[in-house]
């Protein structure tokens, strides 16, 4: 079994606030009137005191929320240093926040990342703005998970990529079957930890606890 180690490179930055992402371009004109509608719809008075500026209070969170919609994460895989280090690299609880793209609903929880270099590693805080990245946009967690596992394998050319994802959906915790308890956990596997139970036991072992 391998032994894990963890990383650290001189200079690595904190993980990025969203502030980090710029808004992402937006129709406001169209989107504020979209929320009008919206409250009309459901019966509220647009005009009344407190929803005078809600639409345009949506229009800016549907630019933050969404600034990873056309932003390429793979930016912040170019940059990478030689090292002899063939062992695993792990990182986790990198939080995050995305939007369910069936109800436009948020869901938020925990990513871990490890993988096996292949004589390239990559700072550690690269690792959380590309989660970060595309993490702001809709979508399901399932595809959140592949996409960040086949970003990691192909830019860094790992020997082995893990990544698993655990998130609250409140898709699930307010509307629907109403569970405020469910999590959800997806993972994904390529190369060694596909490969190797092993190896893939090791890093579940790390970000769960040994049973």
């Known amino acids: 079994m391998s032994k894990t180690t963890r990383t650290t490179l001189p200079g690595d930055s904190p993980a990025p606030g969203s502030r980090d992402l710029p808004p992402l371009a937006v129709d406001h004109d169209r989107l504020r009137a979209a929320v009008r509608e919206i409250l009309i719809a459901v019966g509220e008075d647009p005009d ?3 929803l005078l500026e809600t639409p345009d209070r ?3 969170m549907y ?3 969404f600034a990873g919609l056309h932003t390429d994460p793979a930016a912040y895989l170019q940059k990478t240093f030689t090292q002899k280090h063939d062992e695993m690299v ?3 609880d990198i939080e995050f926040s995305s939007m369910c793209e069936h109800h436009l609903l948020p869901f938020s929880g925990k990513a871990h990342i490890a993988y096996l270099p292949n004589g390239q590693i990559v700072g550690l805080s690269k690792l959380a703005r ?3 990245t595309v993490a702001r946009r809709p979508q399901v967690q399932e595809r959140m998970t592949e996409d960040i596992a086949d ?3 192909t830019h860094l050319k790992a020997r082995g990529v893990g990544v698993v994802v655990e998130a609250s959906h409140s898709c699930m915790t307010i509307r629907g079957v109403r569970k405020p308890a469910a999590m959800t956990i997806t993972s994904s596997m ?3 930890f ?3 139970p092993a190896t893939r036991a090791e890093m579940m072992a790390l970000v769960f606890g040994r049973q």
């Open 130 to 132: 590309v989660v970060d």
């Open 194 to 196: 596909l490969d190797n």
């Open 48 to 50: 009344r005191e407190g």
């Open 190 to 192: 390529r190369g060694g």
């Open 58 to 60: 949506v229009a800016r």
């Open 90 to 92: 792990l990182v986790k």
């Open 151 to 153: 970003l990691i394998m």
């Open 63 to 65: 630019a933050e929320v």
